[in-house]
Structures are given as C-alpha cells and as structure tokens.
C-alpha cells in the first residue's frame, strides 16, 4: 500500500526566509511518480513539479527546488526567499505507474506554510 | 488557470438527499478524477473515468457513482447523503493516465 507522510503540519516564517517542506514516502513498486502541489486559501491545487522514481536529480525552477532521495523515500521541497504570496497549504503525492490502470493519487496530509512580513 | 472548472462552488444538503457535482476538463483531456478532502486533510481518491469508463475506484462505498461524458465533462454523484460526506470535492483532469493531474476550484458540500 502507499503511503505519504508529512510530518510538518504547519510551518510560520518570515518573509525572505528560506523554509523546507518535507515528503517521506512508502510505495512497492518500483516505478513510481512523485508530485507537489500548492493549495491557496480558494481551493484549488496547483500542480508544481512531477517526478519519476528513475529520476533522482534535483530541480530547480525560480524560488523553488526540490530533492529527490530514493534511499531515504524523501522528496522534499525548498523555498528560497520565502514571500507572503507563498502562504498555503503544501502536499506531496505519490502515483503508482502500472500501465493502464488508475492513476490515483495518494496525498499526504499537507503542510500549511504562513508567511509573514 | 487550470481549464478545469467545477459546478457549483458550495452546496448545502440535507441527509439522505442526493448530490450532483459537476465537472468540465480541458479539452481533449480524456482522464478524469474525483478526490474528497475532509476539512484538514489531504485530498482522498474516489474514482477515475479513462474514455467515459470507471478505470479504477478508492475506498468508497457504490453510493458514490459517477460519469464521464465525451465532450470533456463530468459528473460525481452521491445518494443517501450523510453528515461525514461534507467535505471538498475536486476534479482532476489529465490528458492520459499517469501525467499530472490538473485540478478544479472544488465544490465545498455540507450535509446537515
């Protein structure tokens, strides 16, 4: 069975602060994707990065980046000069890849990230 | 903008009636999602449509059903409803299986 944990469950910085969220997970398969995404006060969720179990380099994109570790099942996710615009509540996901079948989404239980002036 | 929008945005029920939400995805985006998220926590897996068929199902008991329809829209329907189905209900939309999902504002039920 999968599972995500996010042991974070709410994180408050300063603005220009830089703040780590962190994803731990459990999966048996070997081919698997990752995700991150970013739920704002109206609901919605942002999809912000997918990753590959086959690809453990790390990635950059602006203010954000995030490190893949297979052997520690982490997949966490850095901002950089945090910014009141980042407050939200953050989630990590796992989706099995076996071909043709659902591509459900497990989440974890989110991390809320309150940034302030 | 995700290009997936959902109907209505809130909704009061009362229990034992039935719900419909409603869903329209991106265009040409033939997988689509549903997920509960209870208040506090992450988004939960109900079912998955591929091609207008069921293609996969959460822990969830028959009574929530759904639909896909071809052009790109969809819809969750819940009978009997009961007090703990209030909750956030979101669609995804992928344009295959296994990409990332692109997700609607939600529909905020509350069952009394």
């Known amino acids: 069975a999968q599972k995500v944990t996010q042991a974070q469950t709410e994180i408050s910085v300063v603005e220009k602060e830089d703040v780590t969220l962190d994803c731990v997970y459990e999966?048996?398969?070997?081919?698997?994707?990752l995700f991150w995404y970013k739920q704002p006060p109206s609901g919605e969720l942002v999809f912000l990065i997918r990753?590959?179990?086959?690809?453990?380099q790390n990635e950059i994109s602006g203010r954000y980046s995030w490190n893949f570790q297979k052997s520690t099942s982490s997949f966490n996710f850095t901002i950089t000069a945090s910014q009141v615009v980042d407050s939200a509540v953050y989630f990590c996901?796992?989706?099995?890849?076996?071909?043709?079948?659902?591509?459900?989404?497990?989440f974890g239980t989110g991390t809320r990230l309150q940034v302030t002036l | 903008e995700t290009g997936v929008t959902q109907s209505p945005t809130h909704l009061i029920k009362t229990r034992g009636q039935q719900v419909t939400l409603r869903c329209s995805s991106q265009?040409?985006?033939?997988?689509v999602s549903w997920y509960q998220q209870a208040l506090g926590q992450g988004p939960q897996f109900i079912f998955q449509?591929?091609?207008?068929?069921?293609?996969g199902r959460g822990n969830f008991p028959p009574r929530f059903s759904g639909l896909q329809f071809p052009n790109y829209s969809s819809e969750l329907n819940v009978n009997a409803l009961e007090l703990d189905d209030s909750a956030l209900y979101l669609c995804?939309?992928?344009?295959?299986?296994?990409?990332?999902?692109?997700f609607g504002q939600g529909t905020r039920l509350t069952v009394v």
């Open positions: 995804a939309s992928s344009p295959r299986v296994n990409t990332e999902a692109f």
């Open positions: 999966t048996r398969d070997t081919t698997y994707y």
């Open positions: 990753r590959n179990s086959f690809d453990e």
């Open positions: 996901a796992l989706s099995e890849a076996a071909t043709g079948t659902a591509s459900k989404l497990t």
């Open positions: 265009s040409g985006h033939n997988t």
């Open positions: 449509y591929y091609r207008e068929e069921e293609n």
